[in-house]
């Protein structure tokens, strides 16, 4: 059988595209998504026709552009959240410069501490819930995401999950609590560094 390089067929106007590349070209050095990933999240994204799309763990904003770009299509909102300062002001001026009408929501701090004020905002009527949720920072901490990712998605919500098998060892209660829900139906993906790819049912 062939193997294939090109696995995505994707391109975008020549200032987004030019950004992009140049991303690819430190895409270890910020643990960012390849682009057969970013394409898959973009394309999800567009199928889902999310409104609302949380991100936790924007880095310099290499998948968060796929997703804004995707979120022009849908005409959604963005929320991220990173604690490094200095890799989500990168992300943020990317953002900004490539999307000056996209307005994204970017929260710097703690992963968990960040949820849950956007647990408290939701349930004040200040933030809607979101129907789809990209889970990419700290490995360990995946299964306290979900604990709250669960109070903040919405009916039929999506969460996509990465490196489930490059990591699996500390993803597992991740992994292992969302086997076991009825609520959900889920599936891990050999792509990338794996991805887990999770249906909330109601
Ligand atoms: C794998 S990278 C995200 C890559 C990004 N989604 C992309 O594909 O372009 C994970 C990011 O999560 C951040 N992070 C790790 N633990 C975190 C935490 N507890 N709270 C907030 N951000 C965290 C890291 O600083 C890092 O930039």
Redesign the pocket.
Known sequence: MQVLDIKTTTKFDTGLEDVLKELETTQKD????DRNCANFLYSLIIMKQAKNVL?I????????LWILKALEITKGNFTT????EK?QSAARNYFTSLFPDSKPDCRIG??IIALEDLYDEIQKGKKQSFDFVFI???KK?YIKYFELVDKILAPDGVILADNILTHYEKVTPYVENLFNRDDYTSQILDLGAGMMLSVRLQ
């Open positions: 910020f643990w960012n998504l991100e763990g924007t880095s310099n904003g290499y998948s968060g959240i990173e604690f490094w890799r703690q992963a990419d920072a700290n901490e």
